[in-house]
């Protein structure tokens, strides 16, 4: 088995298509634009998903699970949401097939199956959610509502990218459900907050966190909060959301909390969602042209150990070992494979497990046994070591800790270079072409302007950074006044 | 709040849809057919799921994530199992919404955005996978595949109730391919042991193992083995299934592999399944007029402590010994509430948990401090005890486990005292309208036999027990000789 990889200097966008399939993340699916999430891929996924799910329960959440379907009645009841996912919701009409007369053997659409309302299949899930939450809601005793989902969703996006745009895609989806104003926008910090500490500490992914300049709001949302990534070719990707989606949802829907003092309000809601898109982040903002590069805290398997002997002699030696190495290593809480398959020798296997971004590699042969040391690779720096036996569970487990602070603070130092002012249209669009990453520039405010912008260069307003200085200064484009700057990128 | 329950002689359906309901385990959605899952419903399903996925991976299974849709064509490709879902399908025939002209603020279906190939939402998902299937496997080596998937499935049901039968569902399906037939049928029998390993030892649900009539097959299957249960109004509910599916998926997708003579063979097949169903075969196997009671080891919460006191001084030293007990409690690895909410009285909170049916439940006084012990009371048989408060954590550590081993065997007393053999017609029919539970009975083993006593009777074969002895008689219905009694009864 040979598994060409396209370099990232030759075709970025195709190194990034073979790492997902050949890494065994996910593959094709017969069904336009959905993918299939291979058991390696979804390992990652769930290593994700649970880390994710503590911080939520954490920080006081719960899970609960709502419907696939909103009835069209509903899901039009918020104009804005509505407008916004129309064009890309797939709608179930009918609920039977019958056998079709004209041809044997196969089926059609019984057109006597229609259903009166249509359905539409959740793109998110706010409508379906906050007309069960007017069920739920009487009383300020019912608030705060701290609610979250692991669900499946659909948008039928016309260009579709393995993890980064799939019409059926997995995610979580918090809805919360508040008395006041001031804590819905804190429960919306709050959450972006923990998106950050995920992605950066579990991903190893640096990101910036900020808010959604209106033109890039979530439909529907007052404010939509973000955190924006950089992959290794300079485009930005959006990693997370969390939208105050002020009193709109439950205007809407009618859901009324009678306060302390008996009266009735309108109540504040929150949303915020990550997907298997990460996953795709992942794979920009680590992997090289040898294939995947995963940080420790999420990586399926962090540890494969290959025997390197010849003889069944030398096999069983090195059997025993290896599984008291093992045995260690799982006591200390590693995932650690053994991979003595003997129809593939180390050189394919050594290979194979660069290519699908095991951390650590221990190489453990005959002579190695002898001199009581094993081999050690770093997956991310490549670096190799020959290290004693003695205490090696603890040697390991300090070195997936260091590749997890490494690969942070080298994502880190690259997007770091990559924040770069602009103080005039010609250096932005240079910048934009010649450098990428994001650019600091002045913006008037206006959405028209952010428009132009776009259209001009393809870069749009990732976010306005949370911890942004105020600055007098000219909009790029316009040349209008402007109070701070804002950071611009080319996105996926 | 007074949350009153239907008791179970006045009428055993309400009281079900009662204790699923005011148990807050799930609640009606505005979907027809579909149901919310409730935080305390899901944290329930959680934990079940959690087990079982545990017992799936420690049998060498994987998880991975397959499309909510197959496409018309690959679901006709296996024609029994079409035409055995094909009645009970959710299609989505178009991908797009607009406004609609004639109704301002209101959406329409835009029928320019058909689409060209009809998409079914699965109702289990053989057909998408076996089609991927094709393109993982070429040779042996590639086998077994052992793969199981989390996910929402829709079947159009007409009647629904509540986790029993809903339009949507959640459930897993694992689906494995095998080189033998022989390898194949051990899979399946494998993964029934699973299940009612489970079921039992989880749920503490009594289960029988058996084998499907063919009447009763999942359609595509060359053989369904089931574990039925038996609910306290008599009537038995399938709680598990593990199909053989011999070669026929392999030969509708034309997946062979090349055996280690290189010859070319269709791979064999088995799927298998248990879904939020169990939920309801819990709530009715163990509750009573008060409410749930669910086994410890998947009770959301497992303890729940109720302070008793008047004034801030008693509640701040009943707090402090709280505090110690949850920390002890938690240290063993007990989930543990403490409900100090002073909106509620104790009284109230103590019906509120029965309802729930929080395993044990201790009452936590100010008296009670002085003695050093805690009244500790059980949510199964209602048994109050006052006991010392030394050691309190290992003694609420063995009263779990005391409770889920009770609650097992009272299970089982009852469903071995509902198994009983009928000898003629009338005395079948005299059973299951008066006695109900499993009736053992001799069947002639055809189909028309078995169609003729449902029309006549209601009850179905459930299953032929795996360890049934062979026995000649008479057929309960036409005399014609029969081998074996198989089990009838009426089920959900």
Known sequence: MSKEITSRAADYSQWYNDLVIKGELADYSAVRGCMVIKPYGFALWENMRDALDKMFKDTGHVNAYFPLFVPKSLFEAEEKNAEGFAKECAIVTHYRLKADPNNKGKLMVDPEAKLEEELVIRPTSEAIIWNTYKGWIQSYRDLPLLINQWANVVRWEMRTRLFLRTAE????????????????????????????????????????????????????????????????????????????????????????????????????????????????????????????????????????????????????????????????????????????????????????????????????????????????????????????????????????????????????????????????????VKLLDEKGGFVSAHWDGTPETEEAIKDKTKATIRCIPLDNTLEDGKCILTGNPSTQRVLFARAY
Not at 202 to 207: D, E, I, L, T, Y
Not at 252 to 263: I, L
Not at 342 to 371: H, I, Q, S, T
């Open 169 to 428: 895609f997995l995610w979580q989806e918090g809805h919360t459900a508040h008395a006041t104003k001031q804590e819905a926008i804190e429960e919306t910090e709050k959450m972006l907050h923990v998106y950050a500490d995920f992605v950066e500490n579990w991903m190893a992914v640096p990101v910036i966190k900020g808010v959604k300049s209106p033109n890039e709001r979530f439909a529907g949302a007052e404010d939509t909060y973000c955190i924006e990534a950089l992959m290794q070719d300079g485009k930005a990707l959006q990693a997370g959301t969390s939208h105050f989606l002020g009193q709109n949802f439950a205007k809407a829907f009618d859901v009324k909390f009678s306060d302390k003092e008996n009266k009735l309000e309108y109540v504040w809601a929150t949303s915020w969602g990550v997907s298997t898109r990460l996953i795709g982040a992942l794979v920009m903002a680590h992997s090289d042209d040898q294939g995947l590069i995963l940080p420790p805290r999420i990586a399926p398997q962090q540890v494969v150990i290959v025997p390197i002997y010849k003889g069944d002699e030398q096999k069983a030696l090195i059997d025993a070992k290896a599984h008291e190495i093992i045995k260690e290593l799982k006591a200390l809480g590693i995932r650690v494979k053994y991979d003595d398959n003997d129809n593939n020798r180390p050189g394919w296997k050594f290979a194979e497990y660069e290519m699908k971004g095991v951390p650590v590699r221990l190489a453990l042969g005959a002579r190695d046994l002898e001199k009581n040391v094993v081999e050690i690779a770093r997956r991310d720096t490549k670096e190799k070591r020959v290290v004693g036996l003695e205490g090696i569970a603890q040697y390991v487990q300090s070195l997936l800790a260091e590749i997890q602070v490494y690969m942070f603070e080298k994502a880190k130092t690259y997007r770091d270079e990559h924040i770069t002012s602009a103080n005039s249209w010609d250096e932005f």
